[in-house]
T-cell receptor
Framework: DGGITQSPKYLFRKEGQNVTLSCEQN?????MYWYRQDPGQGLRLIYY???????QKGDIAEGYSVSREKKESFPLTVTSAQKNPTAFYLC???????????FGQGTRLTVV | GNSVTQMEGPVTLSEEAFLTINCTYTATGYPSLFWYVQYPGEGLQLLLK?????DKGSNKGFEATYRKETTSFHLEKGSVQVSDSAVYFC????????????FGSGTRLQVQP
């Protein structure tokens, strides 16, 4: 079955550490997205990529970095520069403007 | 600029009650419209969609109609069940530059037996 796989489901980070969240899709979608969700709030766009080897900052990119070396993979690194990283992170992919986005199951990141 | 406004929650209903969650948006064109549902601890799942004026999206007893005149896409269900308890997001396709969905703030629905 086609879909998006995020891993791990839960992740704990110590102060000052970088951590990388994995996102893999086998839907053959060009566009991929990373969102952050805080409790009781909507989704905010961190980074997006419309094609392999290209990505752009979203609304809250500070303290995050991404890469898009393969069409199916769009990992997100939460760096030590992100001062409040505890949140639920969602990866999505999409074919085009009039189509739905498909989401992974999310990664819950907690700073310990 | 383009934006979406969604009814604030939480919404608490008894089983078999009628549900309406309002969603309105501002846009320069005619975006595709989507409703997503999120169960606790999970990602978002597409609930229904409509891509042009007067289209009605429907799924699992939920319905929403693309109202061009009022730029609205209200979610309705005639008889809710406890299993419908979740957070619902309205998501019009407003962000043409980034080809991203714009999400409302989400409405938490709690259905009591």
């Amino acid at each position: 079955d086609g879909g998006i796989t995020q891993s791990p489901k839960y992740l704990f980070r110590k102060e000052g550490q970088n951590v990388t969240l994995s996102c893999e899709q086998n839907l053959n979608h060009d566009a991929m997205y990373w969102y952050r969700q805080d409790p009781g709030q909507g989704l905010r766009l961190i980074y997006y990529s419309q094609i392999v080897n290209d990505f752009q900052k979203g609304d809250i990119a500070e303290g995050y970095s991404v890469s898009r070396e393969k069409k199916e993979s769009f990992p997100l690194t939460v760096t030590s520069a992100q001062k409040n990283p505890t949140a639920f992170y969602l990866c999505a992919s999409r074919v085009g403007m009039n189509t739905e986005a498909f989401f992974g199951q999310g990664t819950r990141l907690t700073v310990v | 600029g383009n934006s979406v406004t969604q009814m604030e929650g939480p919404v608490t209903l008894s089983e078999e009650a009628f549900l309406t969650i309002n969603c309105t948006y501002t846009a320069t064109g005619y975006p595709s419209l989507f409703w997503y549902v999120q169960y606790p601890g999970e990602g978002l799942q597409l609930l229904l969609k409509a891509t042009k004026a007067d289209d009605k999206g429907s799924n699992k007893g939920f319905e929403a109609t693309y109202r061009k005149e009022t730029t609205s896409f209200h979610l309705e269900k005639g008889s809710v069940q406890v299993s419908d308890s979740a957070v619902y997001f309205c998501a019009p396709s407003l962000d043409t530059g980034r080809r991203a969905l714009t999400f409302g703030s989400g409405t938490r629905l709690q259905v009591q037996p």
